[in-house]
């Protein structure tokens, strides 16, 4: 993050006391990480690599292990979720995350009945993917614009938690277009919550970018600073926080802002509640600085990441992980080669 100071009073001040909760976890994440602490940005383009199997506790707590469906679309909309979730069950997935309750060519399926499918395989729906707005249709599934029915659905499929991988750009990139959206979200999650559920936001790269009429303020520091902590969780996807890390690492001006995505994290462990488990092999010709690929066959160290949040006060209960890759060649032997690395982790008592 950039140590400037905002050009926002204010705004200076939220990020200020918003960073005070972290004190004590940050001392924690010190201790927890060593000399890897060190953002990767500092260290050239590295991330601490190297996976690690062993012989000891395993990485991955038990029970929360899932996948989103998104990288399974193509199955979904062929074969249909009881075949799919037959796989993920054969698989030790524990939990789904929905990227939209519908399966193609399939046929219909009714909310009571995908919640049933689920649990008949031993799965749990952890979350869904919704959109954040679409301005130009006024019936359009999203948040501004159907609250009460993403609200219905969710409901009726069991959901703790019902969020958005939209970003937070609908009224621009400024510092007080990023304050207009955080309320709408912490408005989203006041109505989740009085639902018992936890709304959230998944990341891309670019939340990790600049305020255009700030240059020094990043983005994603606005929503944390902006955003009741009560109502608004984040969903990390770590490798897109990751490839954040390798474009924005500096300001527009040239100016030295690196940033290590777990510490986001360490700060305030209770607002990631879900992380995307997505793999990357670095590649700093890319625009990211990786090149997506399975679970496993990847650069990012799931082992040191995980290890390091279970750590955190109720670490390995609070936390669920969720893989996936967005184009997978073959979407079945991803889900299954994610569930095998994953499930291999492990590290010394």
Not at 110 to 138: C, E, F, M
Not at 150 to 171: M, V
Not at 186 to 199: E, I, S
């Amino acid at each position: 993050m950039s140590r400037k100071k905002s050009a926002d009073p204010e705004l200076a001040q939220k990020l200020s006391r918003r960073n005070m909760l972290g004190v004590a976890a940050g001392a924690t994440a010190a201790a927890v990480l060593g000399a890897s602490a060190t953002p990767a940005a500092a260290q050239g383009t590295g991330t601490g690599l190297g996976h690690g199997h062993g012989h000891g506790q395993p990485v991955l707590p038990p029970g929360r292990l899932g996948i989103q469906l998104y990288s399974l679309r193509d199955k979904v909309s062929t074969i249909g979720f009881a075949k799919v979730f037959d796989e993920l069950e054969r698989f030790g997935y524990d939990e789904v995350e929905f990227a939209g309750y519908t399966q193609g060519s399939a046929g219909p399926i009714t909310l009571p009945q995908l919640k049933r499918l689920a649990k008949d395989h031993g799965l749990k729906g952890i979350g869904s993917h919704v959109n954040y707005y679409d301005n130009n249709n006024p019936n359009a599934y999203s948040f501004a614009q159907n609250l009460t029915k993403i609200l219905d659905d969710a409901q009726e499929l069991g959901l703790d938690h019902i969020g958005t991988a939209s970003g937070p750009f609908r009224y621009g990139s400024t510092v007080d277009a990023w304050k207009r959206a955080a309320a709408d979200f912490n408005a989203y999650g006041a109505a989740a919550k009085r639902r018992g559920m936890k709304f959230y936001q998944h990341n891309h790269a670019e939340e990790f970018s600049f305020a255009t009429d700030q240059p020094n303020v990043r983005l994603y520091d606005v929503l944390l600073a902006e955003t009741d902590p009560s109502l608004v969780y984040l969903e990390m996807d770590i490798y897109w926080a990751f490839a954040g890390q390798f474009r924005f690492s500096k300001t527009p001006e040239g100016k030295p802002a690196p940033f290590d995505p777990l510490r986001y994290v360490l700060k305030q462990p209770h607002r990631y509640p879900l992380f995307h488990v997505k793999d990357g092999v670095e590649d700093i010709a890319a625009r990211d600085g990786y090149r997506m690929v399975d679970v496993g066959d990847g650069d990012i160290d799931y082992k040191r990441f995980i290890s390091a949040v279970n750590k955190t006060r109720g670490g390995r209960r609070d936390h669920h992980w969720q893989v996936e890759h967005d184009q997978p060649v073959d979407s079945i032997l991803f889900a299954e080669k994610s569930s095998a690395h994953l499930h291999s982790l492990r590290e010394r008592r």
